[in-house]
């Protein structure tokens, strides 16, 4: 059972940085990919970035130039970052860490992180607020 927990949220202004992380543990498979996500009350979750099995990367537009991601393996423990910069207002959401397991690119988790398919597994999140 991949469990996944985030941290690194808070509150910050506009302009603003935070650094999130995911820890990652329990995972047996060999192939997968991991990424963020977010949602904020009443809106749909939003894929953001994304780690491909491949090592690729992947953004949505609304977070691209602002946000990287990044990962870390040192099996069995492995942790993903989101280095998030130039933060605003419209980034306040509640953020998730995803995991896919399977060979993945990082375009192909961007569209699949946010399904509930049973090969996805998603942390609790931790909450970023932006103020103007």
């Known amino acids: 059972q991949v469990q996944l927990v985030e941290s690194g949220g808070g509150s910050v202004q506009t302009g603003g940085s935070l650094r999130l992380s995911c820890v990652a543990s329990?995972?047996?498979?060999?192939?997968?990919?991991m990424g963020w996500f977010r949602q904020s009350p009443g809106k749909e979750r939003e894929a953001i970035a994304s780690?491909?099995?491949?090592?690729?990367?992947?953004?949505a537009d609304s977070v691209k130039g602002r946000f990287t991601i990044a990962i870390a393996k040192d099996q069995p423990k492995i942790t993903l970052y989101l280095q998030m910069n130039n933060l605003k207002p419209v980034d306040t959401a509640l953020y998730y860490c995803a995991a896919l397991a399977g060979f993945l690119t990082a375009t192909q988790a961007l569209y699949t992180m946010t399904d509930p398919y049973e090969q996805n597994s998603w942390g609790r999140g931790t909450q970023v607020t932006v103020s103007s």
């Open positions: 780690v491909g099995s491949d090592g690729s990367t992947g953004y």
């Open positions: 329990g995972y047996t498979h060999s192939d997968f990919a």
